[in-house]
Nanobody, 115 residues
């Protein structure tokens, strides 16, 4: 499975960004897709995840501000990020988990929230 992410950049506090990730390869094995992030000096953490059937999970820190969506026909997952805060600054990674327990990662995309 290969994951290609896009959509990072610089945004002011209170602004919005949308991240997208396209999966290719052995996509039929993918169950959960999601986004993780890693800020400088911190561990990578789950931001949001979505199952093939559409069940979602969010980190408490982004609940109500971020929305994850998935298009199974196009093999894409997106993360709409609203009301961005400086503490959302991090490298964001697209993730896919196969039903066999394998994790796949895309290259990170940097999100910087700063005035």
């Amino acid at each position: 499975v290969q994951l290609q992410a896009s959509g990072g950049g610089l945004v002011q506090p209170g602004g919005s960004l949308r991240l997208s990730c396209a999966a290719s390869g052995s996509i039929l094995s993918i169950n959960v897709m999601g986004w993780y992030r890693q800020a400088p000096g911190k561990q990578r953490e789950l931001v949001a995840a979505i199952t093939r059937s559409g069940s979602t999970d969010y980190a408490e820190s982004v609940r109500g501000r971020f929305t994850i969506s998935r298009d199974n026909a196009k093999n894409t997952v997106s993360l709409q990020m609203n009301s961005l805060e400086p503490q959302d600054t991090a490298v964001y990674y697209c993730n896919a988990k196969s039903r066999f327990g394998t994790d796949y990662w895309g290259k990170g995309t940097l999100v910087t929230v700063s005035s």
